[in-house]
């Protein structure tokens, strides 16, 4: 049912906006009530970023299966490469839901913070490749590479978009990286 009602809440989306699909045209898409939707979506961000949160335990996985002394920033971008192995990611649809995110405020704020809950998951393992005993101080530094991480993916995918998928997204994430470490 949840796959369902994200395929045709996805279709509306991209035929008429984000913000002009209602809840009810979705419901009405799907034969179920309103009340029914929200049982399997809190929000209507939520039908659109929902694999987000499953993206990101995906990455975390990845990111525990890379060698334990793989320095962290090449352990991180072996382990976004899980991203990529997605056929959707990079897909026609992929681009055209993600240009959806740059021209949603509410879409993007929700990214955002769904984002922010990968930091939690990726931190502890990057405190670990610093030598830092995990969960006895604030891990600022592996906190701090994580986020830049993330910073570098988002900054990559936003120039992904505005190219309309035709510069390397892998090539702008180094490149994005190599900045910030210079």
Not at 160 to 178: C, H, P
Request: hydrophobic share 45%; aromatic share 6%.
């Amino acid at each position: 049912m949840r796959a369902d009602i994200a395929d045709a809440a996805m279709r509306l989306f991209l035929e008429q906006g984000f913000e002009a699909t209602t809840i009810d045209q979705i419901s009405k898409e799907v034969g179920i009530s309103p009340r029914s939707l929200f049982r399997h979506f809190g929000t209507k961000e939520d039908i659109v970023l929902g694999n987000l949160t499953e993206a990101g335990q995906a990455v975390k996985t990845a990111l525990e299966a890379r060698p334990a002394d793989e320095a962290p920033w090449d352990a991180l971008r072996a382990a976004f490469e899980v991203l990529a192995a997605d056929p959707a990611y990079l897909s026609g649809q992929s681009l055209k839901i993600s240009k959806m995110f740059y021209e949603t405020p509410s879409l993007r704020a929700c990214q955002l913070e769904k984002r922010l809950r990968w930091l939690e998951l990726l931190v502890p393992n990057i405190e670990t490749r610093l030598g830092a005993d995990t969960g006895t101080g604030p891990g600022h530094r592996a906190r701090a590479l994580v986020a830049c991480a993330l910073a570098c993916l988002d900054t990559a995918t936003e120039a992904w978009v505005l190219s309309n998928g035709q510069v390397d997204l892998a090539q702008i994430f180094d490149e994005a990286v190599a900045a910030v470490r210079s």
